[in-house]
């Protein structure tokens, strides 16, 4: 068994994969950490427009973990009309806000919901987001999820779990379920 280290140690945490329940993973940890009275903030990128079960969920968790959308939503799919320029100027203040946040250092455990999808759809570069983690005070633990990880931050992380795809219920054409995919 390798010499245990100090349990204080802030970890970076990526889910990730084509598989669903990423975000789902990354809230199992809010109500954990909730459960010790840690506060938690989960700061949304991608996600905006559309009302989810985990927003009035997360409430109930206060006053340990909070949620805020940052996003204008998903980009480029059902409803989205916005210019992509847009999207990628949201993007780019949901990174300052989550860089105040980690500087702030209020908060044991940050969640950044989608920033990988933020990355995959170029909304914000590699860089930047390494810088971020850079950033993180020692003791704080980060939390990314979104597929498409890139490789640069699977190198970055201490923990990485890919969620892949056995089985869904969309190909039998069964639409998305409330409580379960919103």
């Known amino acids: 068994m390798p010499e245990q280290k ?15 329940g990423k975000t789902t993973a990354a809230l199992g ?11 938690v903030l989960i700061l949304q990128f991608v996600k905006g427009s559309w009302k989810y079960g985990e927003m009035n ?20 799919i059902i409803d989205d009309k916005l210019p ?3 999207h990628v100027k949201k993007a780019e203040e949901a990174l300052a806000e989550a860089k105040e946040w980690i500087l702030k250092n209020e908060h044991r455990i940050i969640i950044l919901d989608e920033i990988n999808v933020a990355l995959g759809l170029r909304l914000l570069k590699v860089e930047q ?8 005070p020692p003791q ?4 990314l999820t979104g597929r498409n990880a890139p490789p640069e931050l699977i190198e970055a992380a201490d923990l990485v779990t890919e969620m892949k795809e056995i ?15 919103f």
Not at 6 to 14: A, M, R, T, Y
Not at 32 to 39: D, E, L, V, W
Not at 167 to 181: F, S, T, V
């Open 84 to 86: 992509f320029e847009e």
């Open 129 to 136: 987001v390494l810088n971020l983690i850079k950033s993180k």
């Open 6 to 20: 100090d349990q204080k140690h802030g970890l970076v945490i990526i889910h990730t994969g084509d598989g669903k």
């Open 57 to 76: 969920g997360v409430k109930m968790l206060a006053p340990y973990v909070e949620m805020k959308q940052l996003g204008k939503g998903f980009v480029g």
């Open 167 to 181: 089985k869904h219920p969309y190909r039998k054409g069964i639409l998305a379920q409330r409580g379960i995919d």
């Open 140 to 143: 704080m633990h980060l939390v």
């Open 29 to 39: 940890i809010a109500v954990r950490a909730a459960g010790y009275k840690m506060k």
